[in-house]
C-alpha cells in the first residue's frame, strides 16, 4: 500500500472541511430558530465541562501531592467545581455571564477573521473572511448594547448568526480551495 499523495490529502481535507462548514451551517440555524434553548444548552455545556475539570484539578492535586502546593491545587479544584455546580443549577441566571463573555468572544474573534483575510487578501475567497469579521464584530457590539436586558435571546441568537456566517465562510473557501485542486489536475 503506498502513502498518500500531497493531492490526496488536500482533497481529504477539503472534503471534510466542507462537510464541517455545513455542520456549522444547520448547528447556526437551529441556535437562530431556538435562541433560548441554545443559550440554556451553553450554559449548561459550560457548567459540565467546568465540572470535568474540577474534578481533573482534584485528581491532579492526587497525583501531584508531594510536590507542594496541595492546597493551592484543592482550592483550584473547589473553585471550579463550586462555579460548576452555580451554572448546572441556575442556567438562566448564567445566561447573563455569558451574554457578557460572548461580546467579548465575539470582538476578539471578528479582530482576529479581520487580520486572517489581511493575511491572505490575495488568496481566492479571502474576502469571506473581510465579511465574516465585520459580521462577528457588529454581533459582539450588538450584545454590549443590549446586556443584560436581552440576554434570553441574545446569546442563542448572535451566537447562531456567527456559526452560520463562519459556516457560509468556510464552506466558500473550502470550495475555492476545491476548484483550486480540480483546476491542478
Not at 440554556?40 to 510536590?67: E, K, P
Not at 484543592?74 to 438562566?92: D, E, N, R, T
Request: proline letters at 2%; one cysteine or more.
Amino acid at each position: 500500500m503506498s502513502d498518500p499523495t500531497i493531492a490526496d490529502v488536500a482533497k481529504k481535507a477539503v472534503g471534510l472541511s466542507i462537510a464541517f462548514s455545513v455542520l456549522m451551517i444547520l448547528a447556526g440555524l437551529w441556535a437562530i430558530a431556538m435562541p433560548y434553548h441554545a443559550g440554556i444548552a451553553i450554559s449548561v455545556f459550560l457548567g459540565w465541562m467546568l465540572l470535568i475539570a474540577g474534578i481533573g484539578h482534584f485528581v491532579f492535586a492526587w497525583y501531584t501531592r508531594r510536590t507542594g502546593n496541595l492546597a493551592l491545587k484543592l482550592l483550584l479544584g473547589v473553585l471550579y467545581l463550586a462555579v460548576a455546580i452555580y451554572l448546572l443549577s441556575h442556567p438562566q441566571r448564567a445566561l447573563k455571564t455569558l451574554t457578557l463573555a460572548l461580546a467579548c468572544y465575539l470582538l476578539f474573534e471578528g479582530a482576529a477573521e479581520l487580520v486572517l483575510y489581511w493575511q491572505h487578501r490575495q488568496a481566492g475567497g479571502a474576502s469571506w473572511f473581510l465579511l465574516n469579521g465585520i459580521i462577528t464584530l457588529i454581533l459582539g457590539g450588538m450584545i454590549f448594547a443590549t446586556w443584560p436586558a436581552n440576554t434570553d435571546w441574545a446569546v442563542g441568537t448572535l451566537l447562531g448568526i456567527s456559526i452560520f456566517f463562519s459556516g457560509v465562510s468556510r464552506l466558500m473557501i473550502s470550495l475555492a480551495a476545491n476548484q483550486g485542486l480540480k483546476l491542478k489536475t
